[in-house]
């Protein structure tokens, strides 16, 4: 299965790109993808990081599916 | 066919509402969306680009939003206003991304209601709800370095 990753601010400056496809087994859930993510940039883990799916935050325990679009979140400062 | 015509004018003026723009706002523009006949008052909050933070000097601040999902939270927040002060009959909330100098308007809240009572609770809550949850990040640049910000 294959997601699109999205990363913004202080996620896209320590990953390096706007987008990355990755690649997960089947009923992988967003806390397997979080992994990965950790594991290839270990800076990201100290940003408290929340993950939107299809435009909407979502917890750990969500379930992806195929050609979903993931965000990686930073905190927000908006306004 | 009139009514079809006046349904996709309506359409337009509330899908307006909410912005994410790298133009410059317009306060007036902004508050000339709300066209309720009904209102009789209108409160605006303006979020200006500060000039110093934490006695330091802010050459600039550079914007970015994650644009679809935050013009999905911006209506999410307005729908969450309107059911917590019902008097409230219009929001209008439009945020800037990009390069902001020193003064420049990053975000411009319009809410309209027939009568003043509470509105300016409503408007202190969008405003603290868009810096809650809002996917829109701020980075300030200072002539020896910057920094991404957030109140969280």
């Known amino acids: 299965m294959h997601v699109n990753v999205r990363f913004f601010a202080v996620s896209r400056e320590m990953v390096g790109a706007e987008r990355q496809m990755y690649t997960l087994p089947e009923d992988a859930t967003l806390q397997d993808l979080q992994h990965q993510l950790f594991a290839a940039y270990p800076a990201l883990e100290a940003q408290r990081v929340r993950f939107a799916v299809n435009l909407t935050y979502a917890p750990l325990t969500t379930v992806l599916h195929e050609g979903d679009e993931v965000a990686c979140i930073p905190p927000v400062g908006g306004g | ?152």
């Open chain 2, 1 to 152: 066919m009139n009514d079809e015509l006046s349904i996709q004018n309506l359409k337009s003026k509330i899908q307006n509402l909410i912005e994410i723009t790298e133009q410059p706002i317009s306060t007036d523009d902004v508050v000339a969306r709300l066209t309720d006949p009904a209102i009789g008052a209108v409160v605006t909050f303006i979020g200006v680009v500060r000039g110093v933070t934490e006695g330091r000097e802010t050459l600039h601040l550079e914007y970015e939003a994650y644009p679809e999902m935050a013009e999905k939270v911006l209506q999410q927040i307005a729908d969450e206003v309107r059911a917590r002060w019902t008097d409230v009959r219009e929001v209008a909330i439009v945020h800037r991304v990009g390069h902001l100098e020193v003064g420049e308007t990053a975000i411009v809240i319009a809410l309209s209601a027939a009568h003043r009572a509470q509105m300016f609770d409503a408007l202190h809550y969008a405003i603290d709800r868009i810096k809650e949850i809002a996917p829109i990040w701020k980075k300030e640049v200072w002539a020896d370095g910057a920094e991404w910000r957030s109140e969280q």
